[in-house]
């Protein structure tokens, strides 16, 4: 009876005030749920429906030793390699990312060649190096995010190609330092690609940046 009552506009003509707001109401009800789906007309696409209509896509081959290098941030960044990591830490110092991931396939090799062992499905393709093709994009949604290359954003009148990172590495105070340490720093860049590495059972999104000189700017 409150929700009613709040209708009367007219204490004269209650029951026409209640009949005709009822009436907008479920006007506007219906319509609301007949336009949900409805595409609208001049009116640029919202963040969110750009994100779930993935943008367009082309197969490129990438040069040999950058897919190496884009192989080793993923090992880098995957929880289930960081035991490997940790293992390694003293030879992983010397060597870096060189010879990381030969290193790392080889010894997922030798643990699968016993019977016993207990290597997942993530790591058996993880070892493998993903293929040489990739997709690249010019532009991709992530967790309510959109991101573009800095070549699509010279073309257009907003930009979403800037990137900061807190990365921890490894920092000396001379070239003959035997004691570096690691340390956590800001650096910040411009996306150049957008690349889907593909691991045949799963795929992993990678950006190309071009990060700016801590040192010299």
């Not at 289930?80 to 790392?104: C, G, I, T």
């Not at 080889?106 to 058996?124: D, F, G, K, W, Y």
Request: hydrophobic letters at 30%.
């Amino acid at each position: 009876m409150k929700i009613l009552k709040g209708y009367v506009r007219n204490r004269h003509r209650p029951e026409g005030c209640i009949i005709e707001c009822y009436i907008a109401k479920e006007a506007v009800e219906f319509c609301s749920e007949y336009l949900a789906n409805a595409r609208t007309i001049g009116v640029p696409k919202g963040i969110e429906e750009r994100i779930e209509s993935r943008p367009g896509f082309k197969v490129i081959p990438i040069d040999y030793k950058m897919l190496c290098e884009a192989h080793y941030y993923v090992l880098q960044n995957t929880t289930v390699v960081d035991p490997y990591m940790s293992k390694n830490e003293k030879w992983l110092q010397a060597e870096h990312k060189r010879s990381f991931s030969s290193w790392f396939k080889r010894n997922i090799e030798t643990e699968l060649a016993r019977p016993e062992n207990t290597i997942s499905q993530q790591i058996r393709w993880l070892a493998h190096e993903p293929k040489r093709e990739v997709l690249s994009y010019s532009g991709y949604g992530i967790g309510g995010y959109y991101y573009n290359t800095s070549d699509h954003d010279s073309r257009s009148t907003t930009q979403n190609s800037g990137v900061m990172v807190e990365a921890e590495s490894l920092h000396m105070s001379t070239a003959k330092d035997k004691n570096p340490i690691y340390a956590n720093m800001l650096y910040y860049g411009v996306i150049e690609d957008i690349w889907e590495l593909n691991y045949t059972q799963f795929k992993f999104l990678v950006f190309r940046c071009k990060w700016v000189d801590n040192k010299g700017g």
